[in-house]
């Protein structure tokens, strides 16, 4: 049955191995799809630590195709909720990072991650480029978008983020594109005017206890991309379940515009927070089929 579906729509699915390989963007033939990229010549800050120029799952990646499977449903719990406590917006000097205040830490856990584990919520943070064209750290279909946002988690095991790190099942990280779009979206009122509060390193601000809910509609589309990756920054430690969510979220340049406010470690607006593209090497790109997740 599969097959037969692969065949009829053989210039934009094929089959290997039993798996459906899926062009990300339908329409164009994944055979004409190189699974390396040339890095040469993309922007994008160069890293330098450990395992960065050494390693073979580095992040971030472009994602040319995915392999459709069926994973059992991904637990998504409590990134969107509404918390009393409000959530914590601070300027580490590189980027904006929101903590959550107050319990219950949220959650991932099932669909590719490891069989009856709990990966615990730590920060979210922003990437973003020079320009709102290749704004990203991911790219699908070698398009970028103008800002990405990253959930980080550790695995519940480990006790703190320094022990995450040394172990190859440690993290894993969900990430949200931002694609520009003529108008503000009004949905992220309760984060962006409030960069204008920490544009100096190592200030904060508090948010409003409704500041995540936009998330909601993102994650409940389900769909996602998942590949083993790497840390795109420090050294790059290849330790992370990479979960790169398909749906998208509209921002303005105006609202972009406000990170590049931001001062940096170095006394200077930081214009720029995103690695370039990294080689996909031998690594298989999933894609869950869409009733497989579940949004809580
Ligand atoms: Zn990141």
């Known amino acids: 049955m599969m097959y037969k579906w692969a065949t009829i729509i053989a210039l934009c699915v094929v089959q290997i191995n039993g798996y459906v390989i899926v ?8 055979e004409t799809l190189l699974p390396n990229v040339d890095t040469s010549g993309i922007n994008g800050l160069s890293a330098t630590g450990l395992y960065c120029n050494t390693g073979t799952r580095q992040s971030p990646i472009d994602i040319p195709y995915c392999v459709q499977k069926s994973l059992s449903a991904l637990r998504i719990e409590g990134h969107g909720d509404v918390r009393p406590e409000g959530f914590t917006m601070l300027n580490t000097g590189s980027t904006a990072q929101i903590s959550y205040n107050g319990l219950p830490v949220p959650t991932l856990s099932g669909g590719p991650l490891p069989k009856d584990s709990t990966y615990e919520f730590v920060q979210a943070h922003f990437h973003w480029g020079n320009d709102n064209v290749e704004g990203t750290e991911h790219a699908i279909h070698d398009t970028y978008g103008a800002l990405e946002i990253h959930f980080v988690h550790r695995k519940s095991t480990y006790n703190d983020l320094a022990t995450a790190i040394q172990h190859s099942d440690g993290l894993a990280v969900f990430g949200i594109i931002f694609s520009e779009q003529e108008t503000n979206n009004t949905r992220l009122d309760k984060i962006i005017p409030n960069l204008a509060n920490i544009i100096t390193e190592g200030t904060t601000t508090t948010l409003d206890e409704d500041a995540m809910v ?25 330790v992370v379940n990479w979960i790169v969510m398909k749906r998208k979220v509209g921002i303005s340049a105006a609202q972009v515009a406000k990170f590049r406010n931001l001062i940096g470690k170095d006394g200077y607006p930081i214009e720029e927070y995103r690695r370039h ?15 497989t997740s579940r949004f809580h």
Do not use: H, M
């Open 23 to 30: 062009d990300p963007e339908l329409g164009v033939d994944p």
């Open 277 to 291: 593209v990294q080689n996909l090497n031998n690594r298989v790109i999933k894609c869950a089929r869409k009733d």
């Open 214 to 238: 936009w998330l909601e509609e993102v994650i409940s589309a389900f769909q996602y991309y998942n590949y083993p990756g790497s840390l795109t920054t420090g050294d790059c430690n290849e």
